[in-house]
């Protein structure tokens, strides 16, 4: 089954940094869409980066001059560095792909776990 194993949150100060990674495995062949939304408590699921297959990224407005979305194509590992983070930016960052698994036409998206990043002010 596919495993979307995200790393890398935790407590900082404001204006500090963390870099988010995530992980992917079991059977797949090819990801099109990787990316990092994130949800904070009584909040929406919001979109927070995506990078495509070719290298397009897209950032939420929030985050632009601040964030970084890149990935590895090698490891099925996509990454979010965070940078000049502030109190609004806690929540937790959940890893979304559009993989396909094998022998599979079709792509399906998958979530990770979830990891914490909380700021303090």
């Known amino acids: 089954q596919v495993q979307l194993v995200e790393s890398g949150g935790g407590l900082v100060q404001a204006g500090g940094s963390l870099r988010l990674s995530c992980a992917v495995s079991?059977?797949?062949?090819?990801?099109?869409?990787m990316g990092w939304y994130r949800q904070a408590p009584g909040k929406q699921r919001e979109l927070v980066a995506t990078?495509?297959?070719?290298?397009?990224?897209n950032y939420a407005d929030s985050v632009k001059g601040r964030f970084t979305i890149s990935r590895d194509y090698a490891k099925n590992t996509v990454y979010l560095q965070m940078n000049s983070l502030k109190p609004e930016d806690t929540a937790v960052y959940y890893c979304?792909?559009?993989?396909?698994?094998?022998?599979?036409?079709?792509?399906?998206?998958?979530w990770g776990q979830g990891t914490q990043v909380t700021v303090s002010s």
């Open positions: 079991g059977g797949i062949s090819s990801i099109s869409v």
């Open positions: 979304n792909v559009n993989a396909r698994r094998g022998a599979s036409q079709f792509y399906n998206i998958y």
């Open positions: 990078i495509t297959s070719g290298g397009v990224t």
